[in-house]
T-cell receptor, first 112, second 108 residues
Framework: DGGITQSPKYLFRKEGQNVTLSCEQNLNHDAMYWYRQDPGQGLRLIYYSQIVNDFQKGDIAEGYSVSREKKESFPLTVTSAQKNPTAFYLC???????????FGDGTRLSIL | RKEVEQDPGPFNVPEGATVAFNCTYSNSASQSFFWYRQDCRKEPKLLMSVYSSGNEDGRFTAQLNRASQYISLLIRDSKLSDSATYLCVVIHNEKLTFGTGTRLTIIP
């Protein structure tokens, strides 16, 4: 079955710690995205990638980093510089930018 | 003005009723539009695209009004399983902007 897999489902971060959220897709999509969703707010774009070895900042990239070494994988690192990381993180992919996106089932990140 | 705006609701509607809600957008040059559905604590799922001529998928009808810059979603004969948050998405110059969503609860 084709789809997007995010792991872990729940993640806890200690102060000063970097954590990495995994996102893997087997849909053969070129474009991949990371969003953050807070209660009562819409999805906000953190980073996106249109092709392997290339990525662009979204609206709220500060405190986050990404890599795109393989087409299938787009991991997101939440660094200690992100002072308010508690949120629901969603990874998505699409054939190309501006096409309908398919989402993974998300990772809930909380601070210990 | 926000790029994309939705009434957050909640809309509490009896089962079997028809319900409609809108999503307004600020950029008149926006090119593509979609509706997503998001269940509580789950990921958004694509519900339908919105075409200029309007389109229907079963009980769901989506329409675009370019003159007034809004899209709409109408649900007929609502079911309990329609309870969810409905997000609109507007695309302009390859940038997707999500609305904050309209929460719908269908009451038995």
């Amino acid at each position: 079955d084709g789809g997007i897999t995010q792991s872990p489902k729940y993640l806890f971060r200690k102060e000063g710690q970097n954590v990495t959220l995994s996102c893997e897709q087997n849909l053969n999509h070129d474009a991949m995205y990371w969003y953050r969703q807070d209660p009562g707010q819409g999805l906000r774009l953190i980073y996106y990638s249109q092709i392997v070895n290339d990525f662009q900042k979204g609206d709220i990239a500060e405190g986050y980093s990404v890599s795109r070494e393989k087409k299938e994988s787009f991991p997101l690192t939440v660094t200690s510089a992100q002072k308010n990381p508690t949120a629901f993180y969603l990874c998505a992919s699409s054939n190309r930018v501006a096409q309908p996106q398919h989402f993974g089932d998300g990772t809930r990140l909380s601070i210990l | 003005r926000k790029e994309v705006e939705q009434d957050p609701g909640p809309f509490n509607v009896p089962e079997g009723a028809t319900v409609a809600f809108n999503c307004t957008y600020s950029n008149s040059a926006s090119q593509s539009f979609f509706w997503y559905r998001q269940d509580c604590r789950k990921e958004p799922k694509l519900l339908m695209s919105v075409y200029s001529s309007g389109n229907e998928d079963g009980r769901f009808t989506a329409q675009l009004n370019r003159a007034s810059q809004y899209i709409s979603l109408l649900i007929r004969d609502s079911k309990l399983s329609d309870s969810a948050t409905y997000l609109c998405v507007v695309i302009h110059n390859e940038k997707l902007t999500f609305g904050t969503g309209t929460r719908l609860t269908i009451i038995p």
